[in-house]
């Protein structure tokens, strides 16, 4: 006889709506898996080590991205359950979980495997910070909010150099985010490509660009200011300084996100942000 899926459930501990709906889902998932077990997103690692087939994310988009760069080493597929918005990644609701739950746990054609980005800081005596980006990987000119001088290489050819306020680097996930905002291309999920667009550049001829999610892409930072910073996925981030070097490229792991059966995957993009309306 065949034991049954295995789910861990991560909280948002400061969503109150998160530790109200707990128990019962708890209770309701109970019936078709065993719940190994329950924790915030602070304590992500240690759930992995339940070896659960499924996890629960309780909270929005951002409580995902903190989950997933938590289990870089070991990608498990995410359920990501929103309280009322429609997110991106959050596609379910608590009724939706209990509705969809056999699909949820048992239909391996709902998983859909997203590329993820490792960016590196070098400084000129070695490795600064490293990290794994589901959405993007951002340079901020910050305080005093002068331009910044940016050299941009793909695999190890020198393309061009950025004056402006910095430059976005993201996923086809990402692509929805910080990227659209600064007017970079809407690219889907499932593609292998990284977005390189510049913030507010100093020039008319610079326009985003889509490169290949096999490239490695070199950011020198030539001219910077005090309080430039690298942001990962708009959570982390570590100070940029003159001579550093930022290095992204594709990681070796996929993001696996099990996608809403009810919802297309253009449906967030026509009906959140009324693309093409």
Known sequence: MNSQPKVAIVRNPSKAEAEAVLASLVASIGRFADVTATGTIAETEELLRTAPDRILVLGGDGSILAVARAMEGRQVPVVGVNFGKLGYLAEYNVDEVNQYLDAILNDPTLISRRMMIQACVLSPDGKVFESVAVNDCVIHAGPPYRMVELLILVDGEQITTVLG????????????????????????????????????PHSLTHRPLVVSGRSTITVVARQVNEGTTVAVDGQVSVPLHTGDQLIVRRHPRDFLLVRNPTRTGWHTLTTKLKWGQ
């Open 165 to 200: 306020d910095g430059l976005v680097l993201s996923t086809p996930t990402g692509s929805t985010a910080h990227n659209m905002s600064a007017g970079g291309p809407i690219v889907h999920s499932e593609v292998s490509a990284i977005v390189l667009t510049p913030l507010s």
